[in-house]
Every structure is written in structure tokens, then in C-alpha cells.
């Protein structure tokens, strides 16, 4: 994972951003590598705090800047590195060629504007066209993001929808540049989960029609498997495994994603309390030495706490970062 | 806050296009307070529009023969020590008042969000241009008038002047306050995900969404306003007699206040009731448009 891949839609290098308190530097992201090829959806798995969404802010150049600052690293997107461009070239980079939806689609909208407006500014914004140009698209968005009788919803406000509705017309507001990447910001989290089901098949019927990449970032290893062609797990602000889904969730090659797929509930199994990883996610004040997951690992060996663990493929476009892979399966067959 | 929750028991006028365009109308006209102020204000506003019709007397006609008159059919509010219409000199002098008033209210509005907004939206200004608002808030607010009007010398323009002064630091801590309250919300942050500007997501996110605090923080400083000129000009520091003010009317009539109590108590009764109306509006606006407060107008 050497030099960036301008072969690649997105091929981001040795990503370091580190956040700037009075008590120092606290790293967010450190070292984070990743390709996306055009059309691809990659899914980027982890805790809270484990860097995911601060990766995603700094592809669209939204990091909080203080106290976040990006200390190193590449991002490249259609062959040209993100992080030295100014601030007016990632206007028009942003919503036009990268989009990114949120979490929180009942807050996402500025109540006093209709939808229609909302959806056309983008429209034109990047594309200089006129408003009623900008209105036909709008409406032919709402259509495609399943909204019912689209010309009325126009002329309404985010307060007269769902929560669900309300996530549909920000896609349709993402998409209506028809961008070549979409960042998905843990986009079904704040929705019931039947409407997540609906959300999701929509994103990829979207993401088939439109062609563009996606990356997701969820902590939902269920939304991962319906969703995405590839995983980075990442913990700590570091990507410990990364595989295709089928990779992921049938052979995992690091404990920190065995123990992320054991806390799963399992349907088959009477299970009375819940898997759980012992202990948490380390402050990123204090960050253990060697590897990151080290404390909580059962596996876990002297060279673990000193050693950083590369990130080692195991297999056809498989990756792990983990040391004792090889051995500590057999382990326990052992004692 | 549907049509349908809040049609019943209101007149066939609920179902115009009026309401419907303005829903707000409709709850605002449910609120006593805010009713009762509107038609004290609106009252006075009337006086002060239509001025020369209600008192076709020139103001500032002398008739010696005719001084002291108290309030009878031909002299309705009496008349002063120069025998001048008091209901000329009230009415002119509620044009004055309500212009300075309204003067200070537009230059609010504009230096007040110009100046709140850059503190707010852009960080880097915070400090510098709130520590200057902080410094003119700590004179006391008529003071600090009566220092800048004494300094540009006594007109109605610098009365104006002064009392803008004294006023958009508060209009800009407020704007200001709102400003950072609507700048971490998510839809700012989608309409910059989205490559919009500063100055489009100030103008067209941010600022639009900070409109109700200001709009009753207004009606506010025209009360303040009115209030603090006529103590401008009960101190002679605003418009020069004989033009009158409500201020100018006081000062000349306390002299008799004893003999002829109507000439300071008519213009003082004026000065209440467009004080009190602008703050019974002021307070129903606030109900109506803060939802935090809701509770408060059941």
C-alpha cells in the first residue's frame, strides 16, 4: 500500500488527521488506506470513535478546522490529491463530483425552505442552469428516490415528512449531480428499522442506475452485508481488516472483527446475555503502544503491545492487521 | 399547527387564503396580549400616519388669548403656555417619536445582523467584535445617548444616531447568539456538504432561521427607542423646540403641572401606550414565535 492508485476512483494513502486539544494531539485517523474503483460500494465498519467519520469529512474537506487537521497523507479522487486543493475548488468538487448524506435526516434540512428549493439549489448551484430546469430535475430526483406525488411534496416543507421521506429527498438532493462517489454517513441510523430496509434497497437500486461509488459508513455489520462489495473494519483509528463481504463475515482474519461478528445475536442459538467485547475503545489521548485492540484481545502476546501490526494480506484481496493470525486459531485446539 | 387542529371556534375569515399563507396570523390573533398591544400601537400609528388630518391646526400656532385652555370641543387635548393645540403638538409629535423609532429599527436590523452574523459565523471576528459590543453595553443605555447626542449636538437625525449606538450591540449579541445555535446544524452542514459558499449559507441557511428572535428583539428597541428619545429631548438633546416632540412637550409643560396637568399629561400618556403596546406585541410575538414558550399562551 505504497504510492496512491490514479487508476482508482478514490485511493486514499497513509491518511493521518489528528484532532489539537490543550492537552495535546489526540490521532483520529492513523494511517488509513483505501482504493475504491468506480462503481464500487465499500463499507466502512466500526465503534464509535474508531475514526470512520472523521475519514469521510476529510475526503469532502468538511473536517472541523481547529481543532482537526490533516498531519499527513493522500487523497486522491479522479487521479488529483483532495488536500492541497482550496477551499473554493472543493466547492465545486462537493455535492458535483462527491456527495455526502447524514445521519440525521430530520435535521438535515433547513425548515424554512421548501423541498423544492432545497433540492434545486443544488442543481443550480453547480450545474448554472435555470430554475425551471433546476425544477425538472428536482422532480424527476423525487421520483427516483420513491417520493409520492413528487410535484406536491415540492411546495412542502421538511416538517410535513417523515424521517424517512425526509432521508429520501437528502439522496435525491445528493444525487441530483449524478456524483461519481457518494459518502453515506451512517445513513439509516436515526430510521425505524423497517424504513433503514427501504432506505438502503434504495441506495443500491440508486447506486446500480447511477454507476457511482459509495462508501458507507455504518456500525451495523447487518447493514454491511446487505449492502456493500467490500469492508474496511476499522478500530481506533486504524483499518485492522479489510476483505470483500462474503471474506468478512465467513473467514475473519483479525479478532477484533470475530468479536465484532460474535455480538451479533444469533437467531439459531438460545442465547440468554449478549456477546460482548470486553473493555472499550482506548481514549485517543492514550493510545496503547504495539497494537490497538492488544488490551482487549484474548489473544493477545507479548509482541502485541510493541509491535504495530502491519497490514498483512491473507488471501485474494483479503488484508488483516494482526500478528498472531496464523497462529492463534490453532491455539486453542492446543491447550 | 394545522389547518385542521386550529379552524374550530374561529370566524369564516380563518379560511382565507390570508391564514393559510400565514399560519402565524392566525395564532397571533389568538393571543390577548398581543391583540390589545397591536391596537394600542396601532392606534398611535394612525395618529402619527394621519397627523394633519386629525389636527389640521398648525402645531406651532400661537394664540395667546387661548393659553392654558384645558381640553373642551373646540381645544380636544387643551392647550399649552403658548395657547398651541396640544392635539396638533401630541400628534406631530408622534410622528417624530415613531420615525426616530422606526429609524433606529432599520439601523438595527442592518448593522445589528451585519455585525452579529460576522461575530457568530465567522469565529476569527467573535472576539474582537464582541468585546466592542461589550464595551459600549457597560455605559448605562440613556447615558451613553446622551453622551454621543450631546457630542453631535442636539437634532432629531443624531438622536436617531445615537440611539442606533446604544442598541445594535444587543441586536448583534442576539443575531450572534442565534447565529451559532444555526450554523452546528445538520442542514448547514448538508448545504456545505453540498459545495454551497459562506455567503450563501449564511444568507439563505443561517440568517433566514434566526429571523424570530430578531423580529421581537426589534420590537423591542422601538419601544426602547421611543422611550429614550423623548428623554433625549425632555433634555433638549433631540429635535429643537418649538418642532414638538413628545420629550420637548413634557419639559415645557412641567413648569405647570400644577395648574395645567394635561399639557405633560397628555404626551406622557402617549409615550405609555405606544411603550406598552410595543411591548404587548413584542411579548405575543415572542410567545408565538419562540416554541420554547409555548406553555405560556394556553
Not at chain 1, 430526483?141 to 417523515?162: N, T
Not at chain 1, 488471501?315 to 491447550?335: F, P, Q
Amino acid at each position: 500500500m505504497g504510492t496512491p492508485n490514479s487508476a482508482q476512483l478514490l485511493s486514499v494513502r497513509d491518511l493521518r488527521v489528528e484532532f489539537e486539544y490543550e492537552s495535546g494531539a489526540a490521532p483520529a485517523v492513523d494511517g488509513v488506506s483505501f482504493d475504491l474503483a468506480p462503481g464500487e460500494v465499500l463499507g466502512i465498519v466500526g465503534e464509535s470513535g474508531s475514526g470512520k467519520s472523521v475519514t469521510a469529512l476529510s475526503i469532502m474537506g468538511l473536517l472541523p478546522t481547529p481543532p482537526g487537521r490533516v498531519a499527513g497523507g493522500t487523497i486522491l479522487f479522479e487521479g488529483e490529491d483532495l488536500l492541497p486543493k482550496s477551499p473554493a475548488a472543493m466547492r465545486h468538487i462537493r455535492g458535483k463530483r462527491i456527495s455526502m448524506i447524514f445521519q440525521e435526516p430530520m435535521t438535515s434540512l433547513n425548515p424554512v425552505f421548501t423541498i423544492g428549493d432545497q433540492v434545486m439549489e443544488t442543481v443550480i448551484y453547480h450545474e448554472r442552469v435555470g430554475r425551471r430546469a433546476a425544477r425538472d430535475r428536482a422532480l424527476e430526483m423525487l421520483e427516483k428516490v420513491g417520493i409520492p406525488s413528487p410535484r406536491a411534496r415540492l411546495e412542502e416543507y421538511p416538517h410535513q415528512l417523515s424521517g424517512g421521506m425526509r432521508q429520501r429527498i437528502m439522496i435525491a438532493i445528493a444525487l441530483a449531480c449524478t456524483p461519481a462517489l457518494l459518502l453515506a454517513d451512517e445513513p439509516t441510523t436515526a430510521l425505524d428499522v423497517t424504513i433503514q430496509a427501504q432506505i438502503l434497497e434504495l441506495l443500491r437500486s440508486l447506486q446500480d442506475e447511477f454507476k457511482m461509488a459509495v462508501v458507507l459508513i455504518t456500525h451495523d455489520l447487518g447493514v454491511v452485508a446487505e449492502f456493500v462489495d467490500r469492508v474496511a473494519v476499522m478500530y481506533a483509528g486504524r483499518i485492522v481488516e479489510t476483505a470483500d463481504v462474503a471474506g468478512v463475515f465467513e473467514r475473519p482474519q483479525h479478532p477484533y472483527t470475530e468479536g465484532l461478528l460474535a455480538s451479533i445475536p444469533s437467531l439459531d442459538t438460545e442465547q440468554t446475555r449478549l456477546t460482548a467485547i470486553p473493555g472499550v475503545v482506548p481514549s485517543p489521548f492514550e493510545l496503547p503502544a504495539g497494537c490497538r485492540f492488544a488490551p482487549r484481545c484474548r489473544h493477545a502476546r507479548p509482541p502485541c503491545t510493541t509491535i504495530i501490526p502491519p497490514l498483512l494480506p491473507r488471501g485474494a484481496g483479503h488484508g488483516a492487521a494482526c500478528i498472531r493470525h496464523v497462529d492463534y486459531r490453532t491455539e486453542g485446539l492446543k491447550s | 399547527m394545522t389547518a385542521a387542529v386550529d379552524a374550530p371556534g374561529l370566524p369564516a375569515v380563518a379560511k382565507t387564503g390570508l391564514f393559510k399563507r400565514w399560519p402565524i396570523l392566525r395564532r397571533l390573533l389568538r393571543h390577548k396580549a398581543f391583540v390589545i398591544g397591536a391596537v394600542l400601537f396601532g392606534f398611535i400609528l394612525l395618529v402619527a400616519l394621519f397627523a394633519d388630518w386629525i389636527a389640521p391646526i398648525d402645531p406651532n400656532r400661537i394664540s395667546i388669548r387661548n393659553r392654558f385652555k384645558p381640553p373642551d370641543l373646540t381645544h380636544w387635548l387643551g392647550t399649552d403656555n403658548l395657547g398651541r393645540s396640544q392635539l396638533s403638538r401630541v400628534a406631530y409629535g408622534a410622528r417624530l417619536s415613531l420615525a426616530i423609532g422606526f429609524a433606529v429599527v432599520v439601523l438595527n436590523a442592518v448593522f445589528g445582523v451585519i455585525l452579529g452574523a460576522a461575530a457568530g459565523y465567522f469565529r476569527r471576528l467573535d472576539n474582537i467584535l464582541m468585546r466592542i459590543t461589550d464595551a459600549l453595553m457597560a455605559f448605562p443605555a440613556v447615558l451613553l445617548a446622551i453622551g454621543i447626542a450631546a457630542a453631535l449636538g442636539p437634532s432629531s437625525m443624531t438622536a436617531a444616531i445615537a440611539l442606533s449606538a446604544v442598541y445594535i450591540p444587543r441586536t448583534a449579541r442576539i443575531v450572534r447568539a442565534s447565529v451559532l445555535v444555526v450554523r452546528e446544524m445538520e442542514f448547514v452542514q448538508a448545504a456545505i456538504a453540498m459545495g454551497a459558499s459562506h455567503l450563501r449559507i449564511l444568507g439563505k441557511h443561517v440568517l433566514p432561521n434566526c429571523l424570530a428572535p430578531l423580529i421581537v428583539q426589534l420590537t423591542f428597541i422601538f419601544a426602547y427607542a421611543v422611550l429614550s428619545e423623548a428623554v433625549l429631548s425632555f433634555l433638549g438633546l433631540g429635535a429643537a423646540p418649538p418642532t414638538p416632540t413628545w420629550g420637548n412637550i413634557i419639559a415645557e409643560g412641567r413648569q405647570y403641572i400644577r395648574e395645567a396637568a394635561w399639557i405633560t399629561v397628555i404626551p406622557g400618556m402617549a409615550l405609555a401606550a405606544t411603550v406598552l403596546g410595543l411591548n404587548l406585541l413584542g411579548d405575543g410575538l415572542r410567545d408565538v414565535l419562540d416554541p420554547r414558550l409555548k406553555i405560556s399562551q394556553a
